[in-house]
């Protein structure tokens, strides 16, 4: 019985307890640093020289259908270069990150099932293309409990609203409702309020805990009356966690704890534009990941960073969008690779950049200046730390970037090599529902093994 032993100070089993991998783990928790919308994996990291030489035209390597219609090709804006021993190529989009190259495992092979936002954001949060399967954080917490049991084992993170495709991304369906996600806006950030009702403002802790134990002997006297119920079950995980909650949480959501030197390493405050007009619109990515190391650190598993609201990479109707978007986050991300790294942290932790798909070499016919249309075809992720190769690129897009040709990866198989990199064996991850046995990646999924260290 789960109890209230941990309040009593006694022995208790939790469905968050730190459970036993089925292999030894290359990392301890992942986070995800999730690009909302689609980047361009020609504009960022898959540089395709001959986009310039065949401009405006439509070979039948690109004269595929995406969601909207697409003419000749358009040649990227953006510069290339090489970096590190590894010679990574990285665009100007991002010179902070570039200098990590030697860390990064990029994977040019990326391909989804359907070029549309919110199947292709839940393929690549749940696994499957409808809102009704659990996602990978709640899968991550089932499979491996938590190493922190003052907070939740799972922890998305956005700025000023939802990020698409909103709480069926970070739900746990069927599994266990102790596993969802926690959500955290971080708009006009108060660690004292950024989760919702995490104090109690009339009562001092003596009268809460004894009112809390109260409501937690009705809620177990009511489960034995009516035997096994998921519901009221995940009721009462729930409130524990949140009696927890209410001291650990608002420590670890202070970023007035860190440093200034730390404050400036990941650009937060007030900072240059360098040339982007308007300033700065998607704000708080930078605090959000500074707290996301905060967290990991302290024990979550799974923290899911999205560069939100909405779909801000989504660049119909002109790629040259992407710069204040890539300038928002560069910084940041590079950060947080640097403050793992120095706290020994990375190499236990998988980091993991990419969107719900790519974009089309072509031009979306809709833009008023020249955009790119979704492609699901090919893209690219990298990931960083956590017993992946560093400096290495994986798999490979034709000549025009319109579709993986080489060592092709299906989300499912990201998604079995993210489990394998943490000590779970996909297949093996299952839980019984409705008559059969669910796991993340369904029937498919394969390890990429070339790309783990």
Not at 60 to 75: H, M, Y
Not at 285 to 292: K, N, P
Request: hydrophobic share 35%; aromatic share 8%; with cysteine.
């Amino acid at each position: 019985m789960l109890g209230l032993a941990n309040v009593f100070g006694q022995e208790s089993s939790s469905p968050l307890d730190a459970r036993t991998p089925h292999s030894a783990p290359r990392a301890k928790r992942i986070i995800h640093l999730l690009m909302n919308g689609g980047p361009s994996h020609i504009d960022t990291f898959d540089p395709k020289p001959l986009l310039a030489k065949y401009e405006g035209q439509r070979p039948s390597t690109v004269d595929l259908n995406t969601q909207r219609k697409t003419t000749g090709i358009l040649k990227s804006p953006y510069r290339f270069s090489q970096h590190g021993q590894s010679g990574l190529w990285v665009s100007e989009l991002f010179p902070h990150v570039a200098r990590h190259a030697d860390k990064l495992c990029l994977i040019h092979s990326m391909h989804t099932d359907i070029p549309e936002h919110i199947s292709g954001l839940l393929m690549m949060s749940v696994g499957a293309n409808q809102p009704t399967r659990p996602s990978f954080g709640s899968w991550l917490s089932y499979g491996l409990g938590t190493e922190n049991q003052d907070l939740p084992a799972f922890v998305v993170i956005s700025h000023n609203g939802h990020p698409r495709p909103g709480p069926t991304g970070w739900s746990s369906s069927f599994l266990p409702g102790v596993h969802s996600g926690a959500f955290v806006d971080t708009y006009k950030l108060d660690p004292k309020r950024v989760i919702a009702d995490i104090r109690n403002p009339g009562l001092p802790r003596g009268s809460q805990r004894r009112q809390f134990e109260l409501l937690q002997r009705m809620n177990r006297l009511e489960l034995n009356r009516t035997g096994p119920a998921r519901a009221l079950e995940a009721r009462i995980e729930s409130l524990e966690l949140a009696f927890r909650m209410q001291f650990a949480a608002p420590e670890a959501f202070d970023i007035s704890r860190e440093s200034k030197a730390t404050h400036d390493l990941y650009g937060i405050g007030p900072q240059p534009t360098k040339g982007v007009a308007g300033g700065r619109k998607y704000g708080g990515f930078a605090e959000g990941a500074l707290i996301a190391r905060r967290l990991s650190e302290r024990g979550v598993r799974v923290v899911q960073l999205a560069f939100a609201p909405d779909i801000p990479w989504d660049d119909h109707t002109d790629i040259n969008d992407h710069r204040p978007k890539a300038f928002e986050c560069d910084q940041a991300i590079a950060a947080l690779l640097t403050d793992l790294e120095s706290r020994g942290l990375l190499d236990e932790t998988l980091v993991l950049w990419g969107g719900e798909f790519g974009r089309t070499p072509t031009t979306d016919v809709t833009a008023n200046k020249p955009g790119r249309d979704h492609n699901h075809f090919g893209f690219t992720v990298w990931m960083a730390g956590g017993g992946v190769k560093p400096g290495f690129r994986y798999g490979a897009t034709d000549e025009f970037g319109m579709r993986a040709v080489e060592n092709r990866a299906h989300v499912r198989d990201l998604h079995a090599t993210i489990l394998h990199l943490m000590g779970l064996d996909h297949q093996k991850l299952t839980f019984r529902h409705s008559g059969r046995d669910f796991r993340l990646t369904d029937v498919g999924g394969q390890v990429i093994q070339d790309v783990i260290a």
